[in-house]
């Protein structure tokens, strides 16, 4: 498959290489914050941001190992950088930290414990393969500012933005909507970027896709229909004010290293929709709703979802679900696994939202769906929550499955005990053997299903808790 030969892409450069890229003349900068990598001048943008705000966001390429000065207007006491698995330690003096980084990261930084404007930080691997601006199979944005309405890329195009560039979406004065009233009563136009039926089709580079001109709900930025061989890669979305990255009955789709923050609610990160041989990797994901989840829109004999790989990515879930399967769940679900994430804070604040979720609202059964190796920092209210029944999104007059789920290896730090829940639907619409493995909470090993904040209803059924040693509940 396609996917895996993807796997090897992004070759190093030779020895300590940084690219910098200038903002496009005219773009406000930070008020916060100056970066210096490799001594190099890093532009640093703003974003508007749930919780406060603005949040501020960098980036640059580099190759080799990079000393990277962070200058605030602060004068530094405590400085957190996230993620904590990362194991960075900065140097501080007065008003600045520096620290040296040898891999591709996508960091979070934390002054004085204060998280309401933080600093985003994306030290991207180096490019190797820009396309040819000149060929008839790349639409391409370079450096400045770009305004656009609609793109439609056809089979063995490339969409390429740029270091640099910033590309505007519009909504043309002559344009009509798609749709004059959605489920909140607003207008929808057309998706910014869409394929229907398109074959080995890209998007990338390491400009910024901003949607803030945009009012809520009025476009999609990205959607892949019936498509094969995508690839999305190493840009940052910015602000969205509808779903981000989605996919339906598309096959062999790589999102890697995309960058998100966005405010708006209903800014889903990534849906990956009745589809199939996805890859998610290496994202950083802070929207005002769900950052990943898998869903299957359309009803049988439409494609199921399965073979889905979540990995390495970063994720800041401000309202809703972090990771998993979040209802319209019309066709099965299977072979899913989200693994070696890390979540650094979660705000979701109970009701069906949760870290890790699996949400089942229509007749599909899940089936071998798998959270792993996940570290899980800040989490205010329920970590797990597997839920069977009827919501606004559920379509089916009937409930479905979850058969075989597992947790192994989560890690939760933080001040709060948060909650897991399993809530099956009936006798016959059961949650059915679920194994939770290694699963520590604030250094604690859980051991049984008597272990606080754990709840389960009587349709659950084949629940194994196994503990590694060390001090349990």
Excluded at 101 to 107: E, F, S
Excluded at 432 to 460: F, S, W
Aim: proline residues 5%.
């Amino acid at each position: 498959m396609v996917i895996f030969l993807w796997l090897a892409a992004g070759l190093s450069l030779a020895g300590d290489v940084v690219v910098a890229y200038p903002a496009p003349l005219g773009e406000m900068a930070s008020d916060d914050y100056k970066v210096e990598a490799g001594g190099k001048p890093v532009f640093v943008y703003t974003a508007p941001v749930l919780r406060g705000g603005p949040a501020s966001f960098a980036y640059f390429d580099f190759s080799g190992a990079v000393t990277v000065t962070v200058t605030s207007t602060q004068l530094l006491g405590t400085v957190k950088i996230l993620p904590t698995s990362y194991a960075i330690q900065p140097t501080v003096t007065g008003h600045s930290i520096s620290f040296t980084l040898r891999r591709p990261v996508n960091l979070t930084i934390e002054l004085n414990g204060n998280i309401q404007r933080p600093l985003h930080l994306f030290a991207n691997p180096p490019e190797t393969d820009r396309p040819d601006p000149a060929s008839k199979d790349v639409i391409y944005f370079g450096p400045g500012v770009h305004e656009v309405t609609t793109l439609r890329p056809k089979s063995g195009q490339t969409v390429y933005l740029a270091g640099g560039a910033i590309l505007r979406a519009k909504i043309a004065p002559d344009e009509k909507p798609t749709q004059e009233k959605n489920w909140k009563g607003n207008k929808v136009w057309a998706t910014l970027l869409e394929t229907t039926g398109a074959k080995n089709v890209q998007f990338r580079g390491r400009g910024v896709l901003d949607m803030s001109l945009l009012p809520w709900h009025a476009r999609t930025a990205m959607w892949f229909g019936g498509s094969s061989d995508i690839l999305v890669e190493g840009i940052v979305i910015l602000d969205a004010p509808a779903w981000c990255v989605a996919m339906h009955t598309s096959k062999n789709v790589v999102v890697r290293n995309v960058k998100q923050i966005c405010a708006r609610e209903n800014s889903d990160g990534i849906d990956i929709c009745n589809s199939q041989d996805v890859l998610v990797e290496d994202c950083f994901l802070r929207n005002n709703d769900d950052e990943v989840c898998v869903k299957t829109l359309s009803s049988p004999p439409a494609m199921e979802s399965k073979h889905i790989v979540v990995r390495r990515c970063v994720v800041w879930n401000d309202r809703a679900r972090g990771l998993g399967i979040t209802s319209e769940t019309r066709s099965n679900i299977s072979n899913v696994i989200f693994k070696n994430c890390d979540i650094i804070h979660d705000f979701s604040g109970g009701g069906d939202c949760a870290a890790l979720a699996v949400l089942v609202s229509d007749s599909g059964t899940m089936t071998n769906i798998r959270f792993e190796d996940i570290r899980v920092e800040d989490c205010r209210n329920t970590l797990v929550n597997c839920w069977i029944g009827a919501d606004m999104w559920g379509h089916d007059t009937t409930r479905g499955h979850i058969k075989g789920l597992t947790f192994k290896d989560i890690i939760v730090t933080g001040t709060t005990v948060p909650m897991l829940k399993l809530t099956g639907c009936d006798a016959t619409h059961l949650i059915e053997d679920v194994r939770i493995e290694n699963l520590r909470i604030q250094g604690r090993h859980i051991t049984h299903a008597q272990t606080p904040n754990l709840k389960t209803n009587a349709y659950v059924r084949g629940l194994s808790i196994v503990a590694a040693a060390g001090p349990s509940y």
